[in-house]
């Protein structure tokens, strides 16, 4: 069901409207990379997250398949980029790029700044179109049921980090420390078949562990032997998790989400 109506848009015209030149780059590599293991690499980066970029002075890099890259620089998340029906080639999830770029002054650039030269890379080099729409789509919010959370505020002033204790294999062991639960749900979206939203309205950073046994949804048999995973069992063996350990749920639902619908893009040209 979409809401509102779709509306064209491409970071040139919107600059041409203005008058003024889009951000960016001064000069910028994009390559092909090809995986030492193709399958692998491919079941891991087909759908994956939003690329992030690596700044360093002002040398910007990152990595990933169109729908990634685009979800990067819009910053949005990764189920919100789709591709539109008149729109569907492979290669916008099968072809991984990575992009290493330069910024054309000698400050180091905000991360808001990078996203809008990507937006111009994207427009430019990709020949990137795309529309905007909202849809109520089916989704997993994250909720705190009437017992409470067994979460507790974290007592820390760090930058949030994740430390392994002790994973092995598909049996993933980690500690989260002063994370939000809106960045715990972006760490855990991989495990799930639909958008997992935030609906817990906890706010701050909390501490806590979960041990989970890691499943991502429409793996094969196949694909999990070759990775050396133990056989598959079929449900979601981390919503039992988070329910027992963190004390929170999972809910299926329905929500309105806006989405970027690629109606066009072409493969990168020559650098």
Do not use: C
């Amino acid at each position: 069901m979409v809401r509102g109506a779709a509306i064209l848009a491409i970071v040139a015209v919107a600059a041409a409207q203005t008058g003024t030149p889009p951000p960016a780059f001064e000069v910028a590599s994009v390559k092909l990379f090809a995986p030492q293991r193709p399958g692998l690499f491919f079941f891991a980066f087909s759908d994956g997250p939003p690329s992030q970029f690596q700044v360093s002075g002002t040398r910007v890099s990152t990595r990933g398949n169109l729908m990634s890259l685009v979800a990067g620089a819009y910053e949005l998340e990764r189920f919100q980029v789709s591709q539109g029906a008149d729109w569907a080639d492979k290669w916008a999830t099968s072809e991984i790029y990575d992009i290493e770029a330069r910024t054309p002054s000698d400050a180091i650039p905000t991360l808001a700044q990078v996203r809008q030269m990507m937006q111009t890379l994207l427009a430019e080099r990709f020949h990137l179109k795309f529309s905007r729409q909202t849809t109520v789509t089916p989704v997993y919010n994250l909720v705190v049921p009437p017992g409470g959370a067994k979460i507790k505020p974290s007592a820390f002033t760090d930058a949030p980090m994740t430390r392994d204790e002790g994973s092995a294999g598909a049996q993933i062991r980690t500690r989260f420390l002063n994370y939000s639960m809106a960045g715990f749900v972006t760490q855990m979206r991989w495990q799930f078949d639909r958008p997992l939203l935030d609906k817990t309205g906890l706010t701050g950073g909390f501490d806590f562990s979960l041990d989970y046994t890691a499943q991502p949804p429409g793996m094969t048999a196949a694909a999990a032997a070759a990775m050396g995973l133990p056989d598959l069992e079929p449900g979601q063996p981390i919503v039992a998790s988070i329910r027992e350990q963190l004390g929170l749920r999972v809910v299926a639902a329905r929500e309105p989400v806006e989405i970027l619908v690629i109606v066009h893009a072409e493969r990168p040209s020559a650098n």
